[in-house]
C-alpha cells in the first residue's frame, strides 16, 4: 500500500470535509472542559457515576453523587474569545434535554427515590491560561418541583 499517494489524493479531497473539521475542534475544547468539570467536582469529594450518557431523549454530560443526592451535571466550556459567557448558553430546551435523560437515567439505571439535583459547570479557557471553573449548583428546577 503506498501511504504517500493516499495522503496525496486525500489532501486534494480536504475542502469536503471543511465543516467536520472545525466541528472537531469545537468537541476538542468540550471533551477538555468536561474533563476538568471532572476534576473540579472530585476535588470538591463528588463521586463521578457516569460520562456521557445518552439516550433518544436528551444527554447528561456527567452524573455524580454528592453525599446522598444524584447530581446530574451539564458542562458549558468556552474559548476566552468567544463572546457568550458559558453560563448563558444552557437555554431551557437545553435543561428540558437534560431533564428528559435524567428521568431515562433514574427509571432504568438508579433508583428514584432519592434526592436529585440539577448543576451547570462552566468553565471559560483563555488562550494560553489556565481554565476559570464556576460551578452553579441547583442551576434548573425541574417542571412540577
Given at each position: ?13 480536504s ?16 471533551r ?5 468539570a ?8 463528588y463521586?463521578?457515576i ?28 468556552r474559548?476566552s ?33 432519592g ?15 489556565s ?7 441547583d ?7
Amino acid at each position: 500500500m503506498n501511504f504517500a499517494l493516499i495522503r496525496k489524493q486525500l489532501s486534494r479531497l480536504s475542502h469536503l470535509n471543511w465543516p467536520f473539521r472545525r466541528l472537531e475542534g469545537h468537541l476538542h475544547l468540550g471533551r477538555r472542559g468536561e474533563r476538568v468539570a471532572v476534576r473540579h467536582l472530585k476535588r470538591r469529594h463528588y463521586r463521578i457515576i457516569g460520562r456521557n450518557y445518552r439516550c433518544s431523549l436528551g444527554e447528561i454530560d456527567l452524573i455524580a453523587g454528592d453525599g446522598d443526592t444524584l447530581v446530574f451535571v451539564e458542562v458549558k466550556t468556552r474559548a476566552s474569545h468567544q463572546l457568550q459567557d458559558p453560563s448563558e448558553t444552557a437555554g431551557p430546551v437545553k435543561w428540558r434535554r437534560v431533564e428528559r435523560a435524567a428521568r431515562h437515567f433514574l427509571a432504568r439505571k438508579a433508583k428514584a427515590d432519592g434526592p436529585c439535583r440539577f448543576d451547570l459547570v462552566t468553565v471559560l479557557w483563555p488562550s494560553g491560561g489556565s481554565p476559570v471553573v464556576e460551578h452553579f449548583e441547583d442551576a434548573y428546577q425541574p417542571r412540577g418541583q
